[in-house]
């Protein structure tokens, strides 16, 4: 079992991928039509200083609240509405950036429909 499998398990995730990119291979395929992975892994690009900008300029945007529930007193994401690999030029675009708490945020992520 590789150590990704054996980490999604042990944090209790109800899907676990073996690596990265067979995640985002499955989560590509949601998209209606599906759009191919592009092999990019992004979390470098992500937590560039111009990432860490525009997650700020989102949060302050909205005020430090989730824009779902309302929750201001916990920690809060900074999500891309377009997904940041797919829309590369809407990545740093404050626009296109939404604050959801974690909560929320991974609501956001799951394949799970709304409510079950």
Not at 46 to 60: K, S
């Amino acid at each position: 079992m590789s150590s990704e499998v054996r980490k999604g398990i042990d944090r209790g995730h109800k899907f676990v991928f073996c690596s990265h990119p067979c995640r985002a291979v499955m989560i590509a395929s949601q998209f209606d039509p599906p759009r191919p992975y592009n092999g990019e892994h992004t979390s470098g690009t992500r937590n560039a200083p111009d990432g860490r900008v525009w997650r700020m300029a989102v949060l302050e945007r909205d005020g430090h609240t989730c824009q779902e529930c309302g929750a201001t007193e916990i920690m809060m994401n900074a999500h891309h509405i377009k997904a940041f690999s797919i829309y590369p030029a809407l990545r740093y675009d404050v626009a296109n950036g939404v604050t959801l708490c974690y909560e929320c945020h991974n609501r956001r992520h799951s394949l799970e429909p709304e409510g079950a």
